[in-house]
């Protein structure tokens, strides 16, 4: 019989690399408490027309890319392919919008899209996700931004640049859907197939195409920029100045869109050359119309998404990978040492140390090198003669001094101990 393995498009995230995960996770954390963003926890999945209304029946994630099937209950249920629209569900529910003011949200969790998968982008994929709801000022546009830059920089990533755009308003987008048809439709014939697809159902999409004629063809295409209103070009400027105004470089890419159909006016993307063609690390916009399209009052909003796949995978390129953190690495040989050993080891983790227990029973010469492996920085060291007099042997592995103790002033020098295991880290991190 065949051992099973996971579904294309899934992948095992080992505890190796998980390591990287939760350093990631946490350094988000940091950085959104900082700025007074307050995680919620959306369900998985959700209605289907949440997504057909929210995102757009006209886009390739609707269209193609859904997880959608029937419950027992003859209900259209999809697994979201995207977090955004969930949490705007959640805030019109559960009337976020009466608390008055702002409400600045975050979650980290898996989103669920069919498409081809290859380096950093699964049909299981985790997302990063921030989102400013309740203001139309293009402070919050730039307040998003700068903590995208912020948490990507706080993780050790340099080379990033970021493409500024605007979407215009519902009325600006129009007027150029109507200027970019006309100038498309003479050559609808060199057109991608996905691209004469779009030309009738979501011709703003055609702008992203990596097809090489239709690149070429596009790049003498209107732009949305020659299309803003005075409202749309003004809160555009804004945004412009205040980032200029924190010193974040950007340049303007006017052939950025984004693939939903929500977004308005900001568009954004932080990129990395690291990546190949899968460059982009983060990417958000402005959507001031959802709320209201999902049944919810007319609420401003903006916010973006990191997918955490590419993030780590650019991290892992870089060799910015965090070590196991084990600070007692226990042996013991014999009976009576090994019923000791395990109390101890539960002595010290009471105390917040941590400690990995060998449970082979194999001779001492096998434990130590296992403990040398293990990245400890001491090992303790139970045989028959320390059970006997209820002792145990430290041994501190990066210089190899080693001295007998009571095990009972285990617990009493916890603060030595814990001195002596910082001093140790710091060290070897200088």
């Known amino acids: ?51 057909e209304r929210g995102i757009g029946e006209a886009t390739d994630v609707v269209g193609k890319e859904m997880y959608t099937f029937k419950d027992r209950g003859d209900r259209s249920i999809t697994l979201r392919p995207e977090i955004t629209a969930g949490l705007v569900r959640a805030f019109i529910e559960h009337k976020l919008f009466a608390q008055g003011g ?13 498409e081809r998968p290859q380096a950093g982008r699964q049909r299981q994929f985790h997302q990063l996700d921030v989102e400013l709801i309740g203001s139309v000022d293009a402070r919050a546009d730039v307040e998003v931004i700068a903590i995208a830059a912020d948490f990507l920089q706080a993780l050790g990533l340099k080379s990033l640049r970021l493409d500024l755009n605007s979407v215009g308003n519902g009325e600006d987008r129009q007027r150029y859907r109507a200027a970019l048809v006309d100038y498309l439709t003479p050559y609808q014939a060199d057109l991608d197939v996905d691209s004469q697809d779009r030309l009738s159902r979501n011709p703003l999409r055609i702008l992203d195409s990596k097809a090489k004629r239709t690149q070429e063809i596009v790049q003498a295409a209107p732009s949305i920029l020659d299309h803003l209103s005075p ?29 939903l159909d929500y977004y308005t006016h900001t568009a954004f993307e932080i990129q990395s050359d690291d990546l190949g063609a899968q460059a ?28 955490l796949e590419r993030l780590t995978l650019l991290l892992q390129q870089l060799q ?54 293990s990245g400890a920085v001491a090992c303790l060291i139970l045989g028959d003669a320390e059970a006997d007099n209820q002792t145990v042997q430290l041994k501190w592995l990066q210089t190899g001094e080693q001295f007998e103790m009571p095990q009972a002033a285990v617990g009493e020098k916890v603060d030595t101990l814990r001195q002596k295991i910082a001093a140790i880290r710091q060290e070897k991190a200088e």
Not at 233 to 258: C, K, M, P, S, W
Request: charged content about 25%; hydrophobic content about 40%; proline content about 5%.
């Open 1 to 51: 019989m065949s051992a099973i393995q996971a579904l294309r498009g899934t992948r095992d995230i080992l505890p190796q690399e998980s390591l990287l995960w939760r350093q990631v996770e946490t350094t988000a954390q940091q950085i959104l408490n900082r700025a007074a963003y307050r995680e919620i926890r959306p369900p998985m999945f959700e209605q289907t027309n949440l997504f």
């Open 102 to 114: 702002v409400q600045r949200l975050w979650h980290i969790g898996p989103a669920f899209r069919y």
């Open 231 to 259: 409202d749309s070009q003004r809160h555009f400027d804004r945004v412009q100045q205040y980032l200029t105004d924190l010193g974040i470089e950007y340049q303007i890419n006017a052939r950025l869109v984004r693939g």
């Open 280 to 307: 982009t690390v983060c990417g958000g916009g402005r959507y001031d119309g959802l709320a209201a399209q999902l049944g919810g009052p007319e609420t401003p909003a903006i916010g973006w998404a990191i997918g």
């Open 320 to 373: 910015n990978l965090p070590s196991p953190e084990v600070d007692f690495y226990l042996v013991s040989r014999g009976e009576g040492a090994e019923a000791q050993a395990l109390k101890l080891a539960q002595t010290l983790r009471r105390q917040n140390f941590s400690v990995e227990m060998d449970l082979s029973r194999a001779a001492f010469g096998k434990q130590f090198k296992r403990a040398d492996r």
